[in-house]
């Protein structure tokens, strides 16, 4: 079996994602998410230019092979567009691959090590009784694990809060980011109150996450870990940057609080040391993002050596192909942890059907060979490329800030 042909294509159906098919002589083809929140062009543009032109003629279910070739065969190694392309390929190849030997992904990659993967849901409010409904709206679905995120009073966006009832979509259409204006003092002066507002309603039934996005310190980081611990978060996310690893370190010396990072990663070498020295509990390096399941399965791996679990990035920005993969992945590694869950619209469903369903707090990702999704192409040219940015954060001093 040889690759006849590869291609990109953009569309937004509600909002923009970037698919790579790639054919085959045998008539099989697989398909790949590019998706790269904001940044969507430069990963097409970097695929339709300099990747996918190299790809003619080559054995597909060479997986680990054309890894290598993309990735080394460039000189200029990772970052988030290259590697966003290399795993696009990546994924479209192990779809091909499994639908070549007609079984499901997950059967590559160890087989069903669960019945079922659970999941977590966004609960996201402007206040504290509205955020008890949203909760109860997950719970009543089944979710047994729901992320909780407020505005803190005194801020004018709190990060993650969403604008409809279940879908939780950052980017705003337009040719500039939207502006938003943080204080992280107010914002921890909330943050215990909120997880004790929530944990008063609905006891200790639910595993609660919350994501604060890069926005503090290490130091307030521990701080606040040290807050969190009495009402037992299953994780906190994103607590600082992590350019630095080690200022990891420092949060972990003061705070027992289940530390998750790794959403803006795209290799193993962003996580090394966090993995090596156990300064985390999950890592959520996703698919689509870090290199495709190839790479994503050496960073599970050097995680399960370091008793650290996965928990893969799953926003509204990664489009159902890149979810699929990540379900494939969560049913047959050993140190699965949870799968971030959040709901595509319908309109996202209809270009991109798929096998994967969700049943009361768990999701499956379906028998069919391969990945188990379609790209229905005539209704993706019908929702043409519509630009999108995330916002930009700044303190009230006008300084700019991590969004
Ligand atoms: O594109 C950015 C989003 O994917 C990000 O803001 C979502 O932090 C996020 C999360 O945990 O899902
Ligand atoms: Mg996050």
Redesign the pocket.
């Known amino acids: 079996m040889r690759i006849v042909n590869a291609a990109v294509s953009v569309c937004s159906p509600g909002r923009a994602f970037v698919t790579v098919r790639i054919d085959t002589d045998a008539g099989i083809s697989g398909l790949g998410d590019a998706t790269l929140?904001?940044r969507e062009l430069a990963v097409a543009s970097y695929l339709s230019e300099h990747v996918l032109p190299l790809l003619e003629g080559r054995d597909p279910m060479a997986t680990e092979a054309l890894w290598q070739y993309l990735y080394r065969g460039a000189y200029w190694r990772r970052g988030p567009v290259t590697m966003a392309a290399i795993g696009a390929i990546d994924i479209a190849l192990w779809d091909l691959k499994a639908k070549a030997l007609d079984v499901p992904l997950y059967q590559l990659l160890g087989g069903a090590s669960r019945e079922k993967v659970r999941v977590y849901g966004?609960a996201s409010a402007g206040d504290l009784d509205t955020l008890c409904e949203a909760v109860a709206r997950y719970r009543d679905m089944g979710y047994e694990a729901i992320?909780i995120q407020c505005t803190p009073p005194g801020v004018e966006h709190g990060?993650?809060v969403g604008k409809g009832d279940l879908y939780y979509e950052?980017?705003t259409p337009g040719p500039r980011p939207a502006e938003e204006t943080w204080s992280t003092a107010h914002y921890l002066d909330f943050a215990p109150r909120m997880f004790a507002h929530v944990r008063d309603a609905f006891g200790w039934e639910l595993h609660l996450l919350h994501?604060a996005?890069h926005r503090l310190t290490p130091q307030e980081a521990a701080w606040l870990g040290q807050r969190l611990e009495p009402h037992r978060p299953f994780w906190l996310?994103?607590v600082a940057p992590a350019e630095l690893q080690e200022g990891y370190r420092l949060i972990r010396r003061h705070t027992t609080v289940p530390l998750a990072l790794g959403?803006v990663f795209n290799s193993i070498y962003d996580c090394r040391l966090l993995l090596t020295e156990q300064l985390i509990d999950y890592i959520?390096a996703t698919p689509s993002h870090c290199g495709g399941l190839s790479h994503l399965l050496k960073i599970a791996h050097l995680a399960e050596v370091h008793h650290i679990r996965t928990g893969c990035?799953?926003?509204?920005?990664?489009s159902p192909v890149a979810m699929a993969a990540m379900f494939h992945f969560d049913l047959a590694i050993h140190n699965f942890g949870i799968q971030?869950f959040?709901r595509h619209t319908e309109a996202t469903n209809a270009v991109f059907p798929h096998a994967y369903r969700f049943e009361d707090g768990f999701v499956h990702p379906g028998d069919v060979a391969g990945l188990g999704v379609d790209y229905d192409e005539d209704l993706a040219r019908q929702h043409p490329y519509t630009p999108a940015y995330?916002p930009v954060a700044y303190l009230d001093d006008g300084t700019v800030h991590n969004w």
Do not use: F, I
């Open positions: 929140n904001g966004h992320r990060y993650g950052p980017a994501d996005h996310e994103d959403e959520r990035h799953g926003p509204t920005d990664v971030e959040m995330l």
